[in-house]
């Protein structure tokens, strides 16, 4: 997805369940995502940049990144619950960071991977092993290199190649590149040849997807919470969150400690 539509999608699938300054730093945290693609060290030397976003890696490594984001927002909150005094505010605002950058993993997963060729009615599983399609040996990403990016965004034919071989493209094991793919925005080759072929915008189909496994992500970390805190800490919380009002100038102004630290809780788990 491009920028905005993460924005949508996190602001439509969490506006229920946080405050407007939450989900400010939860999309910041989103957006973040794509801000940080070169290697830097202590920003982003502890996990594989192209995991990040279902692309120019192997699932199980994007797979893995999902798993140890997961992790490190979940011990976040824990330790925010259980934090009394000024660093509430900073561990606060940690927590949302890095949720935002977790849900950036799965919303990207719909839109870089061939999910919605092979399942179009199920949320992913979260299982790179045992993925929850008939044929799991056909879920792939796109493969990706700025050549052949370049290349196939100057050939005048490569639409047409797609549309000519769609279904070894999209739904068998043959290999497609990243913009053969993506279905960031509308009007890409693949939200266009999936709606020519289905009815309906590939983009749409995987922005709703997106939406639904964001909110149902949360609701599966707010559970963990539940059962790993006291009825009391779980409440302060709760409290907590809905009293959080750190601001867009707070934000800029802390932005490096928070990519350094998710990074760091990152490599911890390496």
């Known amino acids: 997805m491009i920028g905005k539509y993460h924005t949508s999608i996190t602001n439509e ?3 229920t369940s946080f405050n407007g300054y939450a989900v400010n730093y939860i999309e ?3 957006i973040d995502s794509d801000e940080l693609r070169d ?3 202590g920003i982003t030397d502890g996990y594989d940049l192209s995991a990040q976003h279902f692309n120019k890696t192997s699932l199980e490594k994007c797979d893995e990144f999902l798993e140890d984001a997961q992790d490190v927002v979940l011990e976040d909150f824990i330790e925010a619950a259980k934090a009394d005094g000024a660093e509430e505010d900073e561990l606060y605002e940690q927590a949302f960071y890095d949720l935002g950058r977790l849900v950036h993993n799965i919303q990207d997963f719909y839109s870089h991977t061939n999910w919605i060729n092979l399942n179009q009615d199920e949320l992913w599983n ?3 092993d ?11 990403t796109g493969d990706y290199s700025y050549f052949s990016q370049f290349l196939d965004q100057i050939n005048p034919f490569y639409k047409l190649y797609l549309s000519a071989n769609y279904d070894a493209l999209y739904e068998d094991d043959s290999s497609i590149s990243h913009y053969g793919i993506n279905k960031d925005k509308p009007g890409t080759i693949a939200d266009e040849l999936y709606e020519d072929k289905y009815g309906i915008s590939g983009f749409t189909l995987a922005s709703d997807m997106a939406r639904e496994h964001t909110a149902q992500k949360w609701d599966e970390i707010d559970s963990a919470l539940k059962e790993s805190l ?5 409440e302060n919380l709760k409290q907590k969150m809905s009293e959080f009002d750190s601001t867009q100038e707070d934000f800029d102004e802390n932005l490096d400690e928070l990519r ?3 990074n760091e809780d990152m490599k911890e788990l390496q």
């Open 13 to 15: 699938a969490l506006g």
């Open 28 to 30: 910041k945290g989103n």
């Open 39 to 41: 290697y830097k060290e």
């Open 126 to 128: 979260e299982d790179i």
């Open 130 to 140: 045992n993925p929850n399609v008939d044929d799991p040996e056909k879920f792939k």
């Open 230 to 234: 006291s009825e009391e800490e779980y």
């Open 260 to 262: 350094a630290n998710f």
